[in-house]
């Protein structure tokens, strides 16, 4: 069977699944990804397809169906609502996402699709695209390159918004026990709100790297060499910004692992969750053994077991999982902030706090702070400075909750637990 006859007879497929649906639910809703070509499963059509999430498309379904065929993935929602509303929807979302023009939105009642009003324009030239598409008038080269130019922009334009935002919600949050603010440096006096922001710009481009090379990969062990220097290469960045001051190493660590997970798994189809991908990633990265490469992080974990943050890693980062549950917007920033005290392994606490019993008894302060109460969060706060107590670790982690949070409501594939 000829790849051609394969994608016709995937056509008749989904609409059979079409036909069975509209015996029960008086909608029907198709999504799919309209892509040239007779490959219908590269890493841009994922791309595209995982590229929303259905919150977005403002309607409520009963029953949702994702499906992989020859003729590209796609899903099928079965929905009791007035199709024509359904459709004026999916037409606005089409227009309005910035892959919207992509993606196929068709909308059946009475097992017929609905017309759309207007007819949609070519990608390229702003033509009717039913002329473009008759009369040949782009080469397929000419759409994929610009297929290609239009969705690899979307990614790394909201990649880079995504991560900018997470580091400043954090980065303006105040009071904040020592950690670096606007208004403080708190325990650190080598840094300073402005060279944060300084560190911040420096290393986000690497972030857009370690993406632009991950959606591409045919083998992920491949390549982790290439992607740990550009992780590598952050952090010279970050250390040039900043006169050789340790701004964000920790995050560097964090967020190169997840963005190089992320890309790979949102530009292909997986069954595995995310979760899964990040934890057969940073067992790429290093084991528990790896820890021996840093000299406070080898005795943090053969004296104590205490295994910081690539411990948190090699598990899928649990303590994200859980503090996702509190964040729900920058106003939950402080108690999820607290809650990570409290709960993860902390190496940067540990150094500063020169003992366990010491490191433990700061430990039990946090769990038992009101966060609701002002007054405490000022002392604690003060306290921390007073004892030059800083954590770097869980601000890391407050940072990537709020990344990973945007992920998840930005895309239907990514769910975090």
Do not use: W
Not at 26 to 43: A, H, I, R, S, W
Not at 208 to 230: A, N, Y
Not at 231 to 252: H, P, R, S
Not at 326 to 346: F, G, M, P, Q, R
């Amino acid at each position: 069977m000829t790849t051609s006859d394969k994608i016709l007879e995937a056509r008749e497929t989904r609409y059979n699944r079409i036909l069975k649906l509209q015996d029960t639910y008086q909608t029907v809703v198709t999504v799919k990804v309209n892509y040239p070509g007779k490959d219908k499963n590269n890493y841009l059509v994922y791309l595209i397809f995982n590229s929303f999430n259905v919150e977005q498309l403002s309607f409520s379904y009963q029953v949702m169906g994702k499906y992989i065929s020859d003729d590209g993935p796609y899903y099928l929602y079965g929905l009791n609502a007035d199709a024509e509303l359904v459709k004026e929807k999916t037409i606005q979302f089409e227009e309005n996402h910035e892959l919207g023009r992509f993606l196929d939105m068709d909308v059946y009642h009475d097992k017929e699709p609905l017309s759309r009003k207007y007819k949609r324009k070519c990608y390229i030239c702003g033509e009717p695209a039913h002329e473009c598409i008759r009369s040949k008038k782009h080469s397929f080269n000419e759409l994929n390159a610009f297929i290609r130019h239009k969705t690899i922009d979307y990614y790394t334009n909201q990649l880079y918004a995504f991560i900018d935002e997470a580091i400043m919600i954090e980065l303006d949050l105040d009071p904040k026990f020592g950690l670096v603010t606007k208004k403080t440096s708190g325990s650190h006096n080598d840094m300073n709100y402005q060279m944060m922001i300084k560190a911040k710009k420096a290393i986000i481009p690497y972030f857009i790297e370690m993406f632009k090379l991950s959606i591409k990969l045919d083998k992920f062990d491949h390549h982790i060499e290439d992607l740990r220097v550009l992780g590598i290469q952050a952090e010279i960045a970050m250390f040039k910004a900043t006169n050789n001051v340790n701004a964000y190493k920790g995050l560097i660590f964090h967020l190169g692992l997840i963005v190089s997970a992320y890309g790979y798994y949102i530009s292909r189809n997986f069954d595995k969750t995310i979760v899964e991908i990040i934890k057969e990633t940073a067992q790429l990265f290093f084991n528990l053994d790896d820890l021996a490469q840093e000299t406070f992080g080898k005795i943090a974990y053969q004296k104590h077991q205490i295994k910081g943050a690539k411990g948190e890693a090699l598990l899928g980062y649990p303590h994200v999982n859980d503090a996702l549950r509190l964040y729900n917007d920058e106003s939950d920033a402080l108690k999820t902030l607290v809650y990570l005290i409290c709960h993860i392994e902390d190496t940067n606490l540990l150094k500063r706090s020169k003992s366990l019993d010491f490191y433990v008894k700061v430990k039990k302060m946090f769990c038992k702070l009101n966060v609701n109460n002002q007054n405490e969060v000022n002392q604690l706060s003060q306290f921390c400075i007073d004892y030059r107590l800083s954590f770097g670790g869980s601000a890391d982690l407050l940072i990537v909750t709020i990344f990973i949070k945007k992920l998840m409501e930005n895309h239907q594939k990514i769910a975090f637990n």
